[in-house]
């Protein structure tokens, strides 16, 4: 290859670099999101700008693949049991939004005198969120992980899905479309069903034992060869189906969330998908036409603002109507009023049925790309102006940076407090970390140094001094939290001593599971208390008391034995041992038979 040949071959990545590398950190000094800097770096250098490139399409194509790693990286931090329990959400919530928000849109086509066809694929358009920029936005803010970043993320996976069908129906519409037969129709969504079913037994019989032999092969380049694999090869098959790229991967990451090699895949994915997720941006950046917005801008521009706020509007309507808390609806409406980049494939397929004109292909890609960038702005500026005194009150509060101590506490909620009293009252180091902010400010009040942080963050971790503790006790209250933490700490930490508060019996056979150093059932054991008083208060005699709980526990003991040692069994050949729940007599000083345990009634 000639000098010439290759100083032209490596022009093209050198300008997007430093586009990126010159932009980005430009928008993040003024407190704005690094999305909007990839979006503003590649209207610049696009071929409506510098010019620099001409071709935003192919490049959209290819960074097409920093959405599909992103949804993988999101699957590998949902088991399919957590899944399982998040289908409310993503059908049914789901569901609702993308109902409401759809009849919206459609009347906003309406209202500016469109015919009923061109509304809605408008409005199929401008109802599929942009995945790449929401899930950009709740990873700078870290609020995947949380329970309002995770309904967030069930309703895009719904969004994910709907693709298919809304290509099915703009090709019906079409004025010149031709029927499929129904055996045709049966014959792909056959395909689609077996190429799922196909991805999901690979993923159960083949993915795991594929990375045991490569991690016993000790070659750190192949075990990265093989994750893209992974990746890119779901995606190709769910892609040559006629199904969402996206939706393959996050399927794969789903089926590898159980794997032991699931941290070290991810920290092989993501340097990939941080590049071409910025690459996507830049392209999305370049695919606006100046030329478009300027002849049309009246018609554009209010178009983008009345979209969005129809668009929000249905979404905190939606929010508040299922028992979600205003500041949660109003951040989810605001994140999610943007289209998204799903809306430019659903475009070109109505184009080409003749649903809508080129004229009107490039009106309603400009006022999505305009949502899109629009979208951080608003974030900020809603951040700037109506949460300040949320940002100044973190001004007083010690953040979990450069800490050490012998005993790192995780959580100090009622469980916490009481426990860390006698740590300090015998003179041990014990470093705190909490990310309940009235909490940590009512601690101090009495004398407590309290560290604002999240523990199931490795990188808080690392800060709050997990990598010298010589014990790290979880008192948290949520049990997925700290499922997380449990799960991150025997990984990263695996020396260091591991002590947990488990949330109930079901908890407790999970954890039992996990090798805990010890763990507690705080119900339990202040139950048991709480009975021995009650018999001393009746009466009855100290030292009976004590054989009384000595065999309830001897009891408990046998029965949480016995039931850990039925879930090994039965997950060996893939079920899960629910065991009956027994039903238990009043106990009495003569107690016999089962006992019943603080959490069978909640079963």
């Not at 000094?29 to 620099?52: H, N």
Request: aromatic fraction near 8%; proline fraction near 2%.
């Amino acid at each position: 290859m000639s000098a010439e040949a290759t100083s032209i071959s490596l022009l093209s990545p050198v300008i997007l670099l430093t586009a990126a590398v010159i932009a980005v950190p430009l928008i993040k000094r003024l407190g704005l999101s690094s999305v909007l800097g990839y979006l503003i770096a590649g209207l610049i250098i696009g071929p409506f700008g510098l010019a620099f490139f001409y071709d935003s399409v192919s490049i959209l194509h290819i960074a097409e693949l920093g959405i599909v790693m992103y949804l993988f990286v999101i699957g590998l931090e949902m088991r399919p049991l957590y899944l399982w329990n998040l289908r409310k959400e993503i059908f049914g919530l789901g569901t609702l939004q993308i109902s409401a928000c759809s009849l919206g849109l459609t009347a906003v086509g309406l209202v500016y005198g469109y015919s009923w066809q061109v509304s809605f694929v408008c409005a199929a358009g401008f109802v599929l969120t942009s995945t790449a920029i929401v899930m950009q936005l709740l990873g700078d803010r870290g609020d995947i992980a949380q329970p309002r970043g995770q309904k967030i993320v069930s309703i895009l996976l719904f969004e994910d899905l709907l693709i298919v069908p809304l290509l099915a129906i703009v090709a019906f519409i079409a004025p010149n479309h031709v029927v499929e037969s129904t055996s045709t129709r049966l014959q792909s969504i056959g395909i689609g069903l077996i190429s799922i079913a196909g991805l999901i037994a690979a993923g159960y019989w083949l993915l795991n034992p594929l990375f045991r032999l490569l991690a016993a092969a000790k070659a750190r380049e192949v075990m990265t060869a093989a994750a893209l694999l992974v990746v890119l090869g779901a995606a190709l098959l769910m892609q040559v189906t006629g199904l969402s790229m996206a939706m393959g991967a996050f399927l794969a990451g789903v089926l590898l969330s159980e794997s032991t090699f699931r941290h070290q895949i991810e920290a092989d994915i993501e340097p990939f998908r941080g590049i071409l997720l910025g690459l996507f941006f830049l392209g999305v950046g370049m695919s606006l036409d100046l030329n478009v917005v300027k002849n049309n801008w009246v018609l554009i521009l209010s178009a983008v603002l009345l979209l969005m706020f129809v668009k929000a509007s249905m979404i905190y309507l939606i929010a508040r109507m299922t028992k979600s808390s205003h500041s949660e609806a109003l951040d989810r409406a605001l994140l999610m009023a943007q289209g998204g980049e799903f809306a430019f494939v659903l475009f070109t397929a109505a184009m080409s049925a003749q649903v809508i004109s080129a004229v009107e292909h490039s009106n309603l890609t400009a006022i999505v790309v305009l949502s899109m960038i629009l979208t951080p702005i608003i974030g900020f500026l809603f951040k700037r102006f109506t949460q300040t005194t949320e940002q100044t009150s973190l001004e007083n509060i010690r953040i979990a940076e450069g800490l050490s101590g012998k005993v790192l506490m995780i959580g100090f909620g009622r469980f916490g407090q009481v426990s860390s009293q006698l740590l300090l009252a015998r003179g041990i180091d014990v470093t705190i970390i909490d990310n309940d902010i009235d909490m940590i400010q009512n601690a101090e009040r009495f004398g407590f140094k309290i560290y604002y942080g999240d523990g199931s963050r490795l990188d808080i971790l690392h800060a709050s001094g997990a990598d010298t503790a010589e014990a790290i006790v979880v008192c948290v209250d949520h049990k997925e939290t700290t499922n997380k933490i449990v799960e991150l700490v025997q990984h990263e930490f695996p020396l260091t001593k591991l002590l947990v508060r488990s949330y109930d019996r079901e908890h407790a056979l999970h954890l039992a599971k996990q090798n805990v150093d010890y763990m507690i059932r705080e119900t339990f054991e202040s139950a048991m208390l709480f009975g021995g008083a009650i018999l001393e208060e009746l009466g009855v005699d100290q030292s009976n008391v004590e054989e009384i709980s000595q065999e309830i526990r001897e009891r408990d003991k046998e029965r949480f034995e016995t039931e850990v040692a039925a879930d090994d069994v039965y997950a060996g050949i893939g079920l899960q041992y629910t065991g009956p729940r027994p039903t238990a007599p009043l106990i009495t000083p003569k107690h016999t038979g089962q006992i019943l345990n603080e959490d069978d009634t909640q079963q």
